[in-house]
């Protein structure tokens, strides 16, 4: 009987373990940023840079271990903030579920593991890495409180990922790395500002800024707007012939403009409604728009 209860007690500890790393690591973000690597890293390998499922494996690891890592020093610097909001205040630390100590330790521990694994594929990968997760810790982190350009300074770390892959494929940075970084690098605005509306009420009591003028107004629905068109752009310059080995079929180009599309009618309709509802319907496009352009451009890679 005893032998059963202690390891019940056991059971439910090593869950409740798992379920607290879950949450400061942001499985679901993290994963998310994995697949964008991912992604990069099928557009990237060749003849010249054969496939590898050593590498894949080991940039899904690190990555993870990275953006981890990242995600568990954002928790340690905003855990008071966390504690003012709705959508944070249940997160590990300011829930008293994790100690500040034990949060630094795994972060510690994530990034020197991270970097270790993405320096293994390659110089270039685990220097990515580490620039990624420096200008979001250090920088992007104390700007979100200070200034609304926080989202501009954050959409570099953000836009790293993707063009991650392709750099651990080949072992370098080139026009065709650039245009994955600024496909996503555009993403990043219409993206966040969308957060940043429908959660205005709530980031208020952390004293964020998230929207470029600080308020849910016109002018910020109109910068939604120009920036999902410039992201319509960046994503068909693969068809136009001047981005290197990184190309897509004009068929793969159509269907990657209708995506554009659909993810243009969200923001315009956000213009047009300026309400929370509408906002976070964009923000569920969004994050489908990334995920399936990510996809075709895979697709289209196979089949051409």
């Known amino acids: ?17 798992f379920a607290d790393f879950v949450a400061i690591t942001k499985a679901r973000l993290a994963i998310s940023v994995v697949f964008s690597s991912v992604a990069g890293y099928l557009l990237g390998f060749s003849d010249e840079h054969p496939f590898s499922w050593l590498t894949l494996f080991l940039l899904a690891v690190g990555g993870y271990c990275m953006v981890g890592a990242s995600n568990v020093f954002n928790q340690i610097i905003e855990k008071d903030l966390d504690a003012l909001m709705d959508r ?25 593991a991270g970097l270790a694994i993405l320096y293994s594929i390659n110089p270039k990968t685990a220097m990515f890495g580490a620039i990624s997760i420096f200008l979001y810790v250090s920088v992007y982190t104390p700007l979100k409180t200070k200034t609304p350009l926080s989202v501009f300074v954050g959409a570099f770390p953000g836009a790293i990922p993707f063009m991650l892959g392709w ?26 500002w969308a957060i940043g509306w429908f959660l205005f009420d709530d980031y208020k009591k952390g004293g964020f800024f998230m929207l470029p003028t600080g308020k849910k107004d016109k002018k910020t629905a109109i910068q939604i707007i120009l920036y999902t068109i410039w992201l319509i752009v960046a994503s068909l310059l693969p068809v136009a012939g001047y981005t290197g080995q990184f190309k897509i079929s004009i068929y793969a180009a159509a269907i990657v403009l209708l995506l554009g599309v659909w993810m ?26 990334i995920s399936l352009l990510q996809v075709i451009y895979v697709i289209d890679k196979f089949l051409r």
């Open 264 to 289: 243009l009618m969200a923001a315009i309709k956000l213009y047009k409604k300026m309400d929370a509802q509408t906002a976070k319907k964009l923000m569920l496009v969004s994050v489908s728009y």
């Open 88 to 112: 944070t205040k249940n997160r590990p630390i300011p829930a008293g579920k994790v100690t500040v100590k034990g949060a630094f330790a795994l972060g510690a521990v994530l990034t020197i």
């Open 1 to 17: 009987m005893k032998i059963t209860l202690k390891a019940s007690h056991n059971e439910v500890s090593a869950r409740s373990l």
């Open 167 to 192: 750099v651990a494929a080949v072992g370098r940075f080139d026009i065709e790395a650039g245009t994955l970084f600024l496909i996503q690098f555009f993403w990043q605005f219409p993206h966040f």
